[in-house]
């Protein structure tokens, strides 16, 4: 088993595939496959049961959902219809590391946990709506993994006290992910200046969980600094389901992950070097009338001009109204040893 490796020089790529399966295992499997072939660096997933995050209820806060993309939907039914079967996280575990994947999930309570570590996952995601559930990450960080967190209901305290959580537990291997939790989000939402910040001010790694269409948002927020990206995948938005409408799907993930890889590639490193191959493209003084020697040298004679084989035009004005020390063919670069 070989899998991709995770570094500090390399965006690492996320495809979640949250409740893209439709409770088909085959599906599941077949998404990852596309996962991989699209050039993720990692898939994850979610683990929880229904009762992980609500209560079996029709009524007040556990009503249908009057509108969105869940409506009609009771909290209950939409988790138990998104929800992944725990069975099937260890056999799609193996699959995604055959395929080369790394594999890793968001628990939503501490059995989730003790699952996922019973599997080795490498690292732990802690989602956007689950950040102020400090015991939640107290014990998820405890495990000494990785951390990602997203910051999408969080304000700035929130932040600092889930950071704080995981640092008070031994862990400082903390990613935090600016993401702006709606479905699908705007652009005029995503606050992509906010990440540079976000690393300042915590000292963690930075990276963003995008839920907008198209890929220009983890492309900018490649630029700014984001180490992590992550997004939905789905084979086929036509299969429909909880999260379809904004997830990616296989050839728009694989236009994604070369569009990161080269916003990677151009940032380089601070330079101002210039080629030796460049520098002759430049500007340089070159004769522009034959000079004779001792033949006092006037603005006809020179004139600064491409190519870059002469002397610097900054010298220009230094030989107006001297004499020549020797003669010079138009044409030729203009050149004293100084």
Known sequence: MKLKPENTDKVYIIAELSANHNNDFDLAVKTIEAMANSGADAVKVQTYKPESLTLNLNTGYFSPKTEGLWKGYTPWELYTEASMPYEWQPKLQKIAHDLGLDFFSSPFDKEGVDFLEDLNVTKYKIASFEITDIPLIEYTASKGKPMIISTGVAELADIELAVKTCRNVGNDDITLL?????????????????????????????????????????????????????????????????????????????????????????????????????????????????????????????????????????????????????????????????
């Open 178 to 338: 600016k993401c702006t939790s709606e479905y699908p989000s705007t652009f005029e939402a995503a606050n992509l200046r906010t990440i540079p910040n976000i690393k300042e001010t915590f000292g963690v790694k930075v990276g963003v969980s995008d839920h907008t269409m198209g890929s220009t948002v983890p492309i900018v927020a490649v630029a700014f600094g984001a180490t992590v990206v992550e997004k939905h995948f789905i084979l086929d938005r036509s299969l429909g389901g909880p999260d379809s409408t904004f997830s990616m799907e296989p050839d728009e993930f694989s236009a994604l992950v070369k569009g990161i890889r080269e916003a990677e590639a151009s940032l380089g490193e601070i330079t101002y070097e210039v080629s030796e191959n460049n520098k002759l493209r430049r500007r340089s003084l070159f004769v522009a009338k034959d000079i004779k020697k001792g033949e006092v040298i006037t603005e006809e004679h020179l004139k600064s001009v491409r190519p870059g084989h002469g002397m610097h035009p900054k010298h220009y004005l230094d030989f107006i109204g001297t004499a020549a020390i020797k003669d010079y063919i138009k044409g030729e670069p203009f050149y004293i040893k100084t």
